[in-house]
């Protein structure tokens, strides 16, 4: 049986930002990441789903891109206030373990779980860690959103490629001659 852990319900949320925010998001691709994460079941997903879940993304991506933890848990007040309803433990009818909702039911409409369910877990972590538990990519041209549970100084990067790129391209600016002219 699937157990419900905080840290995988944000990376399920970080993962749903970047394929809704950074590709070409369809009701198949997002079920694809819904199903890599433990959804099962017939999802029903469709193009109102995604573009609501779009708005979602949106949101979240703002509160990981916030400059300090009081900003962030800001805009996780404001999330919560206006999409999270009573916590309530929920099984899906035995077919999980038991975990905690903060949507409207077992049967909330997509965008509503995405957005309360990830703000939850990005508050819980948060609390947690004192500090955001993300961030956006300092890429030059990426700022995809990640997770960063890490205890030493916070990561900057999305991706090994990112960091690599970043580290070539600085290496690059600082080695190369002025043109002369």
Known sequence: MEV???KAMAARAVDLCVALLYERPSADSVSRVLRDHGETGDLDLGEADVTA???AAERLREVLGAA???EAADLLNRVLAGS?????????????SWHVHVDSGDDAPWGEWF???SAMALAVLLAD???????LCAA???G??????GGGSPRRYCSTRCATRERVAAHRSRTSSPATG
């Open 53 to 55: 879940m779009r708005a």
């Open 140 to 142: 030059r041209g990426c």
């Open 84 to 96: 999270a309803g009573p916590p309530r433990l929920t099984s899906h009818g035995g077919t999980t």
């Open 129 to 135: 860690h004192q500090r955001i538990p993300g961030g």
């Open 144 to 149: 995809r959103p990640y997770l960063d549970f």
């Open 68 to 70: 300090t933890a009081g």
């Open 4 to 6: 419900h852990s905080t």
């Open 115 to 117: 957005l309360a369910s």
